[in-house]
């Protein structure tokens, strides 16, 4: 199994694509597939402010509940409404359409906290 | 999983991908691809279950009547042969023990089929009363011998019909008949906990894997799917059934949870009967109700429910899903008798935060009738 190697990654399943000062986030492929159909997702509010391996919000499946933890710290500067609609875009697309939240990053060091494609691939196998 | 029981099949269910759980001491699929998609295919075509781990107990005798009227709630003397009923083991103060369904295969023989979590307890009970009473019958506990593969959606039908030359029209919703189904000797029962039409077919558990792949294989061309205990949940809550466990327990009796009817206080003692007849005379206190969450969240089992708005809680979610037919969120729940009624005003708590509900009839939902 390998993941994208353009992100960096949480030992809870979570991405970060940074793009400046800003970065978005989402859950990963192994998350999306061990939670099974997703059909609920409580996303943060725009504003809120994230911090790095806290809970920031939740996704839901059929048959349970898990907290999202968020992979990074940051103020929340938007969120996929489309996961309101249309939370299987978790299951369908999880590194694209499916992406949670962009926040405004609050320090760059925690990436370091952070696994690279190829310790994710190793800690999921 | 290694001290978890194993049914006959679950070789053939890891072999097709199930992710597997444990279950009642079972290791059980709970899905094998996507719980909605075998949701749907149970609700459109067919969906195939194994329900090996369940109990089966056959009791026989001149007395089994005698003795089966005395053990369960209902009265299993008013069945014809080959007919069945859906009934409760209940303790002396009224609390459930098991729900379960009694099949008359002969005049003088019966067929208990209990839930798996439940055998032991269901079998101790029967054993004492049986022992206590001195009834003039014997019981027989074929579980371990027996395996129970379940095609149910709308095609069931006609799908056992190319595996069998019984006569299916002729079984009908709540009877059985023995049979052969490709060639496996089987009890064919047109029972099932889906809401759909359907089979629970019942056989040597050493010919399991040869009727389940006989049933796959003509399956294929009816658009079934293998379906897990994930979809076999929601099937039922969608469809206002209760689930040992969730809605049903020994805390909780007959008429607290609209089952009143299955309970027949004219037909002689049994145990409970006393407690019973008290419960049925005052009314029960509390009642299980359904919701239709208003707000936009997933009323789960143990959450809390309030007398809406900003009511005091009051009671708690038994059952809670998006429901896959409807496309909605809803719950059973347990409630003050007083504070029931279809259009009230609830609120469940999720997440610390109450959202809004409102009581409906049940079933949330019905099949379509032809």
């Known amino acids: 199994m390998s993941y994208p190697d353009d992100l960096a990654y949480s030992r809870e399943h979570e991405w970060v694509r940074v793009d400046g000062a800003r970065a978005t986030i989402g859950i990963t492929s192994y998350a999306a597939d061990e939670l099974g159909d997703i059909v609920f997702v409580e996303l943060p509010e725009v504003g809120a402010a994230l911090s790095q ?25 938007e969120v996929n409404d489309a996961l309101r609609e249309s939370p299987e875009l978790l299951n369908a697309d999880p590194f694209g359409e499916g992406w949670v939240a962009r926040v405004e990053l609050a320090d760059r060091g925690e990436l370091q906290a952070l696994l690279d494609a190829d310790a994710y691939a190793a800690e999921t196998s | 999983m290694t001290d978890l029981r194993q049914t006959p099949l679950h070789d053939v269910h890891v072999e097709l991908g199930a992710r597997m759980v444990p279950f009642a001491g079972y290791e059980m699929p709970v899905q094998y691809d996507s719980i909605l998609d075998e949701h749907r295919t149970v609700r459109s ?12 107990i056959e009791l026989r005798g001149d007395e089994a009547v005698a003795f089966l009227r005395y053990a369960l709630v209902s009265d299993p003397g008013a069945l014809e ?19 379960l369904i009694c099949y008359r295969l002969e005049e003088h023989r019966f067929l208990i089929v209990c839930n798996a979590a439940n055998h032991d307890a269901v079998l101790e009970q029967l054993e004492r009363l049986l022992a206590h009473g001195d009834f003039g019958a014997e019981l027989d506990d074929r579980s371990a011998r ?12 006609a799908l056992l019909a190319e595996l069998t030359d019984a006569n299916l029209e002729a079984i009908a919703n709540y009877h059985a008949a023995e049979g052969s189904v490709a060639g496996v000797t089987c009890l064919i029962a047109r029972t099932g906990y889906t809401g759909e039409d359907g089979f629970e077919l019942f056989c040597d558990a050493r010919r399991a894997r040869d009727l389940w792949a006989a049933l796959m294989a003509a399956g294929e061309s009816h658009g079934l799917r293998p379906c897990g205990l994930g979809a076999r949940d929601t099937l039922r809550l969608e469809a206002g059934m209760p689930l040992y466990g969730n809605e049903l327990n020994r805390e909780t009796n007959p008429f607290e949870v609209n089952l009143g009817r299955v309970v027949k206080l004219d037909k002689g003692d049994f145990i409970g009967h006393a407690a019973l007849q008290a419960i049925q005379q005052t009314g029960p206190r509390r009642k299980l109700i359904g919701l239709q969450m208003i707000d936009n969240a997933i009323p789960r089992a143990g959450y809390e429910v309030r007398a809406g708005p900003d009511g005091p809680d009051i009671g708690h979610v038994t059952s809670g899903t998006l429901s896959p037919t409807l496309g909605t969120k809803v719950a059973m729940a347990m409630v003050p008798a007083e504070a029931a009624g279809v259009g009230h005003s609830f609120e469940v708590v999720v997440r610390d935060r109450p959202q809004r509900a409102e009581q409906v009839k049940l079933p949330f939902y019905r099949r379509p009738r032809d």
């Open chain 2, 146 to 157: 027996t395996a129970l593969i379940a095609p149910q959606g709308p095609s069931a039908a």
């Open chain 2, 45 to 56: 075509t067919v969906g195939l279950f194994d329900l090996s781990h369940m109990g089966e």
């Open chain 1, 53 to 77: 391996f806290a809970v920031f919000g939740v996704v839901e499946s059929v048959k349970a509940v898990s907290d999202l933890y968020a992979p990074i710290s940051g103020e929340v500067v």
């Open chain 2, 81 to 99: 042969v080959g007919q069945a009923q859906y009934s409760m083991l209940c303790q002396e103060d009224g609390g459930i023990v098991d729900d």
